[in-house]
């Protein structure tokens, strides 16, 4: 066991020494659907050699398929993001503004950090088909930019009028004016 020399602890030296195994009585039989026999017969099987490492080819093929997965990620995120800056609606409000803020800020961060988000993957022998991936991550962050642009245009805040830009020009008379009643 451990002798009075010994400074560690009981529990690690039983640790380290386990007791032996003990077999199963055979007094008791296996449960329906198991066979001791089977397990045993399985332990003699020799295992099949590990998996082999993947040729450059494959590697460059490997990294390349997830390069695309990296580039076409912004696309993912579009359909939730048009759905969101619909139902935040047009009016100037703490949520719209916090939305307009974020359809700006991820992708003006992806677009500055486009060679890092490719770095990992890029190698000499694959140089040019990640350049083409490159230019479709800049695409779809250009894409989530329109998204951001559309909604600062349906809430108002683009100057897109004549009078928006010439301090002489009159402003556009409204065809409809809404009075509230009096309600008494």
């Not at 949520?95 to 990992?120: C, D, H, W, Y």
């Amino acid at each position: 066991m451990t002798h009075p020399n010994d400074p560690s602890p009981r529990w690690i030296t039983d640790l380290n020494n386990p007791p032996p195994h003990k077999s199963k009585p055979a007094s008791i039989p296996d449960p329906p659907g198991y066979s001791s026999q089977a397990v045993s017969k399985k332990k003699d099987v020799s295992r099949p050699a590990g998996r082999q490492q993947p040729s450059p080819e494959e590697m460059d093929h490997l990294k390349l398929k997830k390069a695309w997965e990296v580039a076409l990620a912004p696309a993912k995120n579009l359909p939730m993001t048009l759905i969101m800056m619909y139902m935040s609606g047009n009016s100037l409000q703490i949520f719209s503004i916090m939305m307009v803020f974020m359809a700006f800020k991820n992708p003006i961060i992806g677009l500055l950090s486009t060679n890092q988000a490719f770095e990992r993957f890029e190698t000499d022998s694959n140089r040019a088909s990640i350049l083409q991936v490159k230019a479709a991550y800049v695409l779809m962050q250009v894409l989530a930019l329109a998204v951001g642009v559309w909604k600062i245009n349906s809430m108002g805040l683009l100057p897109t009028t004549r009078s928006d830009w010439l301090a002489w020009e009159v402003r556009r008379e409204p065809l409809e004016h809404a009075i509230p009643a009096l309600s008494l």
